[in-house]
Nanobody, 112 residues
């Protein structure tokens, strides 16, 4: 059973920055960040493989950066130029041996 522990959410003004962290209990190949706003579905924000290949949602390209430290089994999401529409609960996701794991979620609120 893989455990994912997220941190780094909070309240920030529009234009500000935050960095989210997700520490895994096991080494993971594919990791990602998703987000879910109230009344909306959970959507992919960014993903990264163990060799560093990344993928981003169009809405965050150029503003968010996903990275990972394999030695620490941790994935990060650097969020710059935050907008009110980025407000959501952000979830860490990991896929290991075809099983999916989710973190508990961390709230990000961007005020206008």
């Amino acid at each position: 059973q893989v455990q994912l522990v997220e941190s780094g959410g909070g309240l920030v003004q529009a234009g500000g920055s935050l960095r989210l962290s997700c520490a895994a209990s096991e080494s993971i190949y594919a990791m990602a960040w998703y987000r879910q706003a109230p009344g909306k579905q959970r959507d992919l924000v960014a993903s990264i493989t163990s060799d560093g290949s990344t993928n981003y949602a169009d809405s965050v390209k150029g503003r968010f950066t996903i990275s990972r430290d394999n030695a620490k089994k941790t994935v990060y999401l650097r969020m710059n130029s935050l907008k009110p529409e980025d407000t959501a609960v952000y979830y860490c996701y990991a896929n290991r041996f075809a099983s999916a794991y989710w973190g508990q979620g961390t709230q990000v609120t961007v005020s206008s």
